[in-house]
């Protein structure tokens, strides 16, 4: 069994920045796939950015199309830790953030989620 650990959330004014990371309990090396989505009120949860291949350190990335050039994920599997750097946040950014792994004989595994919100 693996747990992803989500921190980092939190109150930002619009256009700030803040960095999310997701700490698992074990290696990240094997997952097909990593990323983070989202979920704002009253909304469906969505993608908002994957890392494939975890495997490999120079594995592609993708993104939703409300942020792209604003957010960037990034791996850094000697820490099992993805990372998710987001800046000229919006309050469209609002909603709780989840981790998300997939693969590595676990299956898709979630985080439980951090709140964060981006006042006006």
């Known amino acids: 069994q693996v747990q992803l650990v989500e921190s980092g959330g939190g109150l930002v004014q619009a256009g700030g920045s803040l960095r999310l990371s997701c700490a698992a309990s074990?290696?990240?090396?094997?997952?097909?796939?990593m990323g983070w989505y989202r979920q704002a009120p009253g909304k469906q949860r969505e993608m908002v950015a994957s890392?494939?291949?975890?495997?490999?350190?120079?594995?592609?990335?993708e993104y939703a199309d409300s942020v792209k050039g604003r957010f960037t994920i990034s791996r850094d599997n000697a820490k099992n830790t993805v990372y998710l750097q987001r800046s000229s946040l919006k309050p469209e950014d609002t909603a709780v953030y989840y981790c998300?792994?997939?693969?590595?004989?676990?299956?898709?595994?979630w985080g439980q989620g951090t709140q964060v919100t981006v006042s006006s």
């Open positions: 998300n792994a997939i693969g590595g004989g676990y299956g898709v595994v």
């Open positions: 074990r290696s990240i090396y094997n997952f097909n796939s």
């Open positions: 890392t494939i291949d975890s495997s490999n350190d120079s594995g592609s990335t």
